[in-house]
């Protein structure tokens, strides 16, 4: 935990921020904290700082935060996912906030099995917390925009460019030569949304609607990875090609 994620309500006016429960565990039983230190602490969807323990006792941790004037911006690449097997989307969530999206749009395919939207995986109570322990492994603040479509030909004909501020749009598709490299110039989009398909592959029909509605297709070699490989991969290159800076790809435990 590389950064401490309060609630907008759990800070009051003065600063003071008090923590019983996993976050507070880990200050005392991992950063091994004591009055005095300080800590990285962020507010949800809000600034980064630095926080002072005040007090300790009966697990209850005691913090005054002083909080930067600026918030981070929102990742500049949003994900269209076909929702992948519950227990891939489990493993998922960290990783995508950890990597940084702006907003994921989860839909259906014809590879994609009914039952996967009826899954807990997909329920808020279940992947907020999910995308929250993302945020503090690197250390960002906003959380992504979460939302879930289950007709794919009502999402991107009728609803997508609602969601969508415009920008450069990519499909992954394993057929393709191009990689992203080949059509992104750092700079030259504010934004990048990218679709992901299913592990069996988007179907022709899928990848030419996608293609009448601005969707360039781009590949990354001859191997055929799992989704969550995909996405890792597809979403370190999206923001490399784009240029963005606060992506440094830094290793921590």
Not at 42 to 54: E, L, N, S
Not at 143 to 172: C, K, M, N, T
Not at 207 to 221: C, N, P, R, T
Not at 224 to 229: E, F, K, P, V
Request: aromatic share 4%; with cysteine; net charge neutral.
């Amino acid at each position: 935990m590389n950064l401490i994620i309060l609630e907008r309500n759990e800070v009051g006016a003065d600063g003071r921020a008090s923590l019983s429960d996993g976050r507070a565990a880990h200050l005392l039983k991992v950063l091994r904290v004591e009055p005095g230190h300080t800590v990285r602490v962020g507010v949800v969807d809000g600034p980064r700082g630095i926080a002072t323990v005040q007090a300790i006792g009966g697990g209850l941790v005691t913090l005054r935060c002083t909080l930067d004037a600026d918030i981070p911006p929102r990742p500049a690449v949003d994900l269209l996912l076909a929702v992948p097997r519950p227990k891939v989307m489990r493993r998922l969530w960290a990783q995508i906030a950890a990597l940084g999206v702006g907003q994921i749009i989860l839909t259906n395919a014809e590879k994609v099995e009914r039952n996967y939207f009826d899954t807990h995986i997909l329920a808020p109570d279940t992947y907020r917390p999910l995308l929250i322990e993302g945020l503090q492994q690197a250390r960002d603040t906003r959380v992504p925009v979460v939302s879930i479509h289950r007709q794919f030909r009502i999402l991107i004909e009728d609803a997508l460019d609602g969601l969508s501020a415009g920008g450069l749009r990519v499909v992954a598709d394993p057929g393709s030569t191009r990689s992203l490299r080949d059509i992104t110039r750092p700079g030259a989009a504010e934004r990048m949304m990218l679709a992901i398909g299913p592990e069996g592959g988007w179907n022709a029909f899928e990848l030419e609607l996608l293609a009448a509605h601005g969707f360039q297709s781009v590949g990354m070699g001859p191997r055929t990875l799992r989704t969550d490989t995909a996405c890792v991969a597809l979403l370190a290159l999206a923001h490399s090609a784009m240029g963005n800076s606060d992506f440094s790809g830094q290793i921590s435990d």
